[in-house]
């Protein structure tokens, strides 16, 4: 979930410190001083409101690096040069709550269970999700479909680029969730309608629609990952804040088309019919009860596969 409140204040308080895996600083313990992690040209600080988690402080800061790596793959680098995470202690469930501010400067927290465990951490897509948010820029409130659908979409296919999610859990959290954005009778487009259901899965299926398009229309040289890699290069982060316009016309220049501008005009104030279950027959997505399997001789096969490359 991403934050537009004009104004966004978190105290910055910090506990200790501890050495953790490849890629973080050296670290002494030292109140009141954030845990700094580094991940390529980037720095991320890291602070705890308690030390009375079940799991290790070190476990929690690979798990911040983790997803920070999944944010890395997907755009190429870390969406902005310096991050902050706040992680809080919540007494029931696991992961949740998690919450991304541009102001001041790229941060979010985000709640982590007393007794959450490692296979909690592991499956975690949250902390992902907000770091994906970092990499956009922001915008007019009616079109927070955007930012919310953009995350949602890229979120398992850039966990799954680092390797913690296979393309089956992918593509089937894909047709289970989708069709949770599809409008429902009254709809008036994606700008007018904000439910929940078309805030993070209708942005998704925009999302899903202009992946597809701008493939097939360059022969699958082009992707929205080149969009939003141009978007983010051009200082489109969560920390500036751009008409919507400017950042479809930044995408679209990069992918050598108009297709983002299309779909918007298409999708944006009026409902927009998807046929959902023949998107997944021509991706080639065979959904069998709880199991997803792959058909390699469907028409858009190929691109299927150069989603999650």
Known sequence: MKSNQVTRRTALECLLGLAAGPGMSTILRAADLPVRLEIGETTIDVSFDSDQFDLERAALLDWVMQSA??????????????????????QDGRISNGISFGEPGARCRISVGRHATLADLNDDWELTHEMIHFGFPSVEE????????????????????????????????????????????????????????????????????????????????????DALRAINRAGGTIEADWPLDRAIEVGD???????????????????????????WKQLGVVRDNRHVSFDNRAPLASIRASILA
């Not at 047709?175 to 805030?199: K, S």
């Open 69 to 90: 790596r999944a944010a890395t793959a997907y755009f190429g680098r870390f969406p902005v040069t310096h991050a902050r995470v706040r992680i809080l202690l919540s």
């Open 253 to 279: 220049r990069a992918t050598q088309g108009k297709t983002l501008m299309e779909l918007y005009r298409r999708m944006a104030s009026k409902p927009a019919a998807v046929d959902l279950p023949d998107l």
């Open 142 to 225: 009616r079109h927070h479909w955007i930012e919310e659908g953009i995350a949602t979409y890229v979120e398992p296919i850039a966990r799954a680029q680092v390797g913690r999610l296979t393309a089956e859990q992918v593509w089937g959290g894909m047709v289970d969730g989708m069709p949770q954005g599809l409008p429902a009778p009254g709809d008036q487009g994606l700008d007018n309608t904000h439910t929940w259901g078309r805030t993070y899965w209708g942005g998704a299926i925009f999302c899903l629609l202009a992946d597809i398009e701008i493939r097939k229309r360059t022969g699958n040289a082009k992707s929205l990952q």
